[in-house]
């Protein structure tokens, strides 16, 4: 007990981030961690601190205001120490699905999603660790709009890096 700083500071020290982010508790569409759509990641780990220094699988949703007739990416990036993210886009409901990606393509275990609104709506993203090996890991998700908006940003909660990716064409999984 006690040294809890000085764990992050040595496992963030090789990108392995076993600690509750900034956004948390954002794990039922209740709290969920509300998201602007520029394309700036929130940084987040699959790590819930149940107490004791020991951790458990953690479920993590973020919202976004989506506008009628507007592609959004959704995308996971950056996954360290075992991240395999699957994504779930919920309507306002926040029961009714309307997409979903386990892996952006044979062997990347990032996500991708592309949608268009059909509404101007809240819209609910829920993130776990997909199937296979491991509970834990660190990603960086971001919501990016296909319109240009000017002015606004969102500083991230963490310190994410922002490295840009492939974005694949809408209506396929790779």
Do not use: C, W
Not at 22 to 46: C, R, S
Not at 80 to 99: M, P, R, W
Request: net charge negative; charged share 15%; no cysteine.
């Amino acid at each position: 007990l006690g040294s809890l700083t000085a764990m992050k500071e040595v496992f963030s020290e090789h990108a392995v981030h076993y600690y509750q982010t900034l956004v948390e508790p954002n794990d039922t569409i209740a709290t969920a961690y509300t998201i602007q759509n520029n394309g700036i990641p929130v940084h987040e780990t699959y790590f819930r601190d149940v107490g004791n220094g020991s951790g458990s699988a953690d479920t993590d949703y973020i919202r976004f205001t989506g506008e009628a007739g507007v592609i959004y990416t959704i995308e996971t990036r950056n996954l360290l120490s075992d991240a395999n993210t699957s994504l779930i886009l919920y309507a306002a409901d926040g029961v009714s699905q309307l997409a979903a990606n386990d892996d952006r393509a044979p062997g990347i275990k990032s996500s991708l999603i592309q949608f268009t609104s059909p509404i101007n709506s809240t819209y609910y993203v829920k993130s776990v660790h997909g199937s296979g090996f491991g509970i834990y890991g660190s990603y960086d998700l971001s919501v990016i709009s296909s319109v240009n908006k000017t002015g606004g940003s969102q500083p991230p909660p963490s310190i994410a890096p922002q490295v840009r990716t492939t974005v694949y064409d809408k209506g396929t999984d790779h």
